[in-house]
């Protein structure tokens, strides 16, 4: 089973970057298919990226998932950040070989790391 902990996050301005990162212990990520949600207040979690490389509309061309298998660690570089990307962030971990944007294929969550964004 893997242990999965966000990090990076924190307050910027719009316009602004962050670079969240998921570390993972237990097991090696390159075992799993990694992806990112987020979370805003009132509303639910909702789909960002998945490793595979395919992007929630929202973030497409700002966001860019990654990872590092040395460093057993996953990432979201978020560029021009807008207001509406502030929420909770979470990273997740699916045993599928192929995953998607559904919450259902994610077995292994993070705890979430909250970003907000400043207008």
């Known amino acids: 089973q893997v242990q999965l902990v966000e990090s990076g996050g924190g307050l910027v301005q719009a316009g602004g970057s962050l670079r969240l990162s998921c570390a993972a212990s237990?097991?090696?990520?390159?075992?799993?298919?990694m992806g990112w949600f987020r979370q805003a207040p009132g509303k639910e979690r909702e789909f960002v990226a998945v490793i595979s490389v395919y992007y929630a509309s929202s973030v497409k061309g700002r966001f860019t998932i990654s990872r590092d298998n040395a460093k057993n660690t996953v990432y979201l570089q978020m560029n021009s950040l807008k207001p509406e990307d502030t929420a909770v962030y979470y990273c997740a971990a699916s045993t599928k070989v192929v995953a998607g944007s559904r919450i259902d294929e994610y077995a292994y969550w993070g705890q979430g790391t909250q970003v907000t964004v400043s207008s």
């Open positions: 237990g097991r090696t990520l390159s075992s799993y298919t």
